[in-house]
């Protein structure tokens, strides 16, 4: 199913449970992707941003949480960050499975001799590889220091 009819579904359970926590996060996802294909919108028909730039919207809004959870407790304010830690949760239940550490690592061993790196030189390659074959469920920040460590940099 497509992202964008997942949201509007899960916008509905949530409203008829009466969750407002998830209701509200859903409200704001909603939100950012119309801001998100707004902004890409060459012509008023277009029909808005695929999927995978859907997804990477969404890993940066769990990402910005994520930050916020981080500054909450170190400013001592575990309410705000229990809420920031509610919306990552409903956010990254729209993403896809992410690839475990195991698989990251085959998948880097692949990449890495599917573009021919011989040095940390050649990390650009090795990571345009991942990027296109595993952009949904590779974590691109966990593997770029996966990368550079197979090519011993």
Do not use: C, W
Request: proline fraction near 4%.
């Amino acid at each position: 199913m497509e992202l964008r009819a997942r949201f509007t579904d899960a916008l509905k359970t949530a409203m008829l449970a009466k969750d407002a926590a998830t209701t509200s996060t859903i409200r704001m996802i909603m939100a950012k992707l119309k801001d998100t294909d707004i902004a890409a919108r060459k012509t008023p028909q277009d029909p808005g941003v695929p999927d995978d730039q859907v997804i990477a919207m969404l890993r940066g809004m769990a990402k910005s949480r994520r930050e916020s959870v981080e500054l909450y407790r170190q400013g001592n304010r575990p309410e705000l960050a229990a809420k920031e830690e509610v919306e990552i949760a409903v956010i990254e239940g729209f993403l896809p499975q992410q690839m475990d550490d195991a698989a990251m690592a085959a998948a880097v061993d692949a990449a890495v001799a599917e573009a021919g790196a011989a040095s940390i030189k050649d990390m650009g390659k090795v990571m345009a590889v991942l990027k296109s074959r595993h952009a949904a469920a590779l974590d691109m920040a966990k593997a770029g220091p996966m990368v550079k460590a197979r090519l011993g940099g």
